[in-house]
Structure formats: structure tokens, C-alpha cells
């Protein structure tokens, strides 16, 4: 039914955007296991079709992994975070850990880009 599959994909995308509020820790390890099986599933769609992956999709664009999740900590998940602390001052810890983890994200992509 519709209602559930719709009902199923909040809940997915609510876990998507919470996920980069975790301590870091948790959050890098829970985000390189993500983008192992991104990467994986991308490299089967280059070398089997015609179709192109995305941009964080195959292992050639591993060093690339933080800039994507960089990407979605400072659109999506942090314009989501700001508008529930607005909300509710109970979210800021959401937010602050949103921030943080953005922060981590984008030195460990300037550390990489260095390696390069």
C-alpha cells in the first residue's frame, strides 16, 4: 500500500539524516560501511551496463567520500537539524553534532586532498 511504502521511506530518510549526528566515531564507521557497499554496487553498474553511477558511486571515487558526505551534512541534514532546533531548543544537540561531524568531514577531505 501505498501509505506504508511512503511511511517506510521517512523512516529511511529520518535515519539518513540523523546518522550524521552521531558521534564521530560511529558516524565514520557507519558512513565507510555505507559507501563500501556504495562503492561496490557502483563498480557492478559501470562494468555490466550502460548506465554511468553517480559521483560517490564507484571505488575509483573513494578519496572523494568525505566531499560527499560533507555535501550532505552542510544541505540536507543541516538545514534539517537548524529548522528542529528552531523548533525546539531540545534538538541543538542534533545540530551541534551535525556541525561537528561536518568540521571532521571536511578535514579528513582536506587531509586526502593532500594525499593526492
Not at 529548522?83 to 578535514?107: I, M, Q, T, V, Y
Request: net charge positive; with cysteine.
Amino acid at each position: 500500500d501505498g501509505k506504508q511504502e511512503h511511511a517506510a521511506s521517512m523512516m529511511i530518510t529520518g535515519c539518513d539524516l540523523s546518522a550524521i549526528t552521531k558521534p564521530w566515531e560511529v558516524q565514520r564507521m557507519v558512513a565507510e560501511k555505507i559507501a563500501s557497499e556504495f562503492f561496490n554496487q557502483g563498480d557492478i553498474e559501470r562494468t555490466s551496463s550502460d548506465t554511468r553511477p553517480g559521483t560517490c558511486t564507484t571505488e575509483a571515487s573513494r578519496m572523494s567520500c568525505p566531499r560527499c558526505k560533507l555535501g550532505l551534512s552542510t544541505t540536507s541534514a543541516w538545514s534539517c537539524m537548524s529548522l528542529l532546533e528552531k523548533a525546539n531548543p531540545l534538538f541543538r544537540p542534533l545540530l551541534d553534532g551535525c556541525l561537528s561531524n561536518r568540521r571532521n568531514w571536511s578535514n579528513l577531505g582536506e587531509r586526502r586532498d593532500v594525499l593526492r
